[in-house]
């Protein structure tokens, strides 16, 4: 993709969906993300080599990315529903997996996993219907959940909060010693 150019995803587009998703591009980001429909996104990444990192709003179902504190996407999410809540808090990404199932929900697709926690909190593609509906993971479109695991890495920092309304700052990348700790940990889990 053209460094800059603006890209806006809308699942099953009818004509006027599309009509609404040009709109949506033409706009800036800051803007475009609060016109958002579930399953819908905006991307326009400036290309630079600032770290990225992720803000989840769970009071207004968006996920937002930014490069340094330049916001490049935003997106709409389905978070953790009544008695599953996605817990709020800073968290690196631990663990990437494009073709991942769950080994807790009978080998559900979670497309473009991405680990927040190890006791089973993720961002993945899935079913977005606008509302806290999954089992606490941070569901995202396929076509976002795609393009997000191509520029995170393992320790982006990803931060989940119930009070942000737009215009945040986010944290800085969790240290890499941090990370090398978690994954450490994972492997040692698993060659028990």
Known sequence: ?????????FVGANPAQAAS????????????ATELSPNQFVWKDNGSSEPVSVVVSLMEQRAFVYRGSTMI??????SGKDGKDTPVGTYPILQKNAVHKSSLYDDASMPFMQ????????????????????HGCIRVPLGFA???FGVTTLGTTVTVTDDFEGGMIPEAPVADQETAV?????????EQ
């Open 21 to 32: 998703a040009a709109a949506i591009a033409a706009m800036p980001i800051e803007q475009a």
């Open 115 to 134: 680990r927040l926690t190890w006791d089973g909190i993720a961002i993945h593609a899935g079913r977005n219907p606008g509302f806290p509906a999954s």
């Open 73 to 78: 996407a935003a997106t709409t999410i389905s």
């Open 1 to 9: 993709m053209a460094m800059g150019l603006s890209l806006a995803i």
């Open 146 to 148: 795609k393009q997000l």
């Open 182 to 190: 978690a994954n450490l940990r994972q492997s040692i889990s698993l």
